[in-house]
């Protein structure tokens, strides 16, 4: 019995919280990105990964390095976290890796076999305070 | 950057902090070795649960009935504080707040009228006095989701963050391979 009324509290806390994110403009995370052109791969489509809604409320920021490889057609694979401050952002790094592509290689060219990281730090940055009409 | 209104955090999570308060307190009312089929007052059962369908009007008058019926303490506080809850859904602030503090005088360890209480008075804008209400709820219940819901809706009032993603695909030192 209890049971089902926490899976009940848990659906309706979801089903609650999703309209109330959509009110929250500011939710959409600033993003910045830095490229290294070094390599010889170059990043066609790149995912951002969400903040954490959890880790926004409790005020938790922190950083995942997310390695994995890149297949001739710029596709993703092999994605694996390979340092993190905390659990609660590596599903959604991975997830973006996962979805972000690389431009393939041109004909003839080899793939090179190294691996391929990225870093994606999740930070909060004060905003200004909305002081309400008493 | 332009802060979110802080109508538009409050009130979804409001609605969340009010549904979040104990809908099995009914049953649990008895004590532990008793065995209880089915809960002991039903429109404080039923009422509890229209408030986590988020029907506010249809919990407060079960609710009320149920506080009418009540047969001990225990369901008497469970009783005002949802009906504090259920008058946040309604928006009757005052009269939620008079419900808080009467559940509060009955049992100044019910962390849940403290939590419902702090919620009220974010809404009315007295954040000192939400910020002690937590404090308390945190002291009797640190680990609740309730409460942690409500620190966060009083952080994002005082202290509002906007997430930023930083991505950097610098090759780092220690990238050389390691497979």
């Known amino acids: ?134 | 950057m332009k802060g979110p209104s802080i109508q538009s955090i409050i009130r979804p999570i409001i609605v969340v902090g009010l549904c979040l308060t104990s809908a099995t307190a009914a049953s649990q009312a008895s004590g532990p070795s008793k065995t209880v089929l089915g809960p002991q007052n039903p429109d404080l059962y039923h009422g509890a649960n229209a408030l986590l369908a988020g029907d506010g009007e249809e919990g407060v008058r079960l609710t009320l009935l149920g506080l009418e019926r009540a047969t001990n303490a225990r369901e008497r506080t469970s009783a005002r504080s949802n009906l504090c809850a259920g008058y946040v859904v309604l928006k009757q602030l005052e009269i939620a707040l008079a419900y808080c503090n009467e559940a509060l005088a009955d049992d100044d360890r019910y962390w849940r009228a403290y939590s419902n209480r702090a919620l009220v008075y974010i809404k009315l804008g007295r954040l000192e006095e939400a910020e002690q209400d937590l404090q308390q709820a945190e002291a009797l219940a640190a680990n609740a989701h309730t409460v942690k819901l409500v620190r966060s809706v009083l952080l994002d009032v005082t202290n509002p963050v906007a997430p930023e993603i930083v991505i950097d695909d610098r090759r780092q030192p220690a990238d050389e391979q390691d497979d």
């Open chain 1, 1 to 134: 019995m209890n049971k089902m009324i926490r899976n009940r509290r848990t659906l309706l806390l979801l089903a609650l919280l999703i309209p109330g994110l959509a009110l929250r403009a500011d939710d959409v995370p600033m993003v910045k990105y830095t490229l290294d052109d070094s390599g010889d791969r170059m990043p066609l489509h790149t995912v951002v990964p969400a903040y954490p809604e959890k880790a926004r409320r409790a005020r938790v920021e922190g950083e995942v390095e997310v390695c994995f490889k890149v297949d001739h057609f710029g596709r993703t694979s092999r994605v694996a976290v390979r340092r993190s401050t905390n659990r609660v952002f590596e599903k959604p790094a991975r997830d973006a890796v996962r979805h972000s592509t690389y431009y393939p290689l041109p004909d003839g060219q080899k793939l090179s076999g190294i691996k391929t990281c990225r870093t994606f730090r999740f930070l909060l940055t004060p905003v200004e305070v909305e002081v309400p009409d008493s």
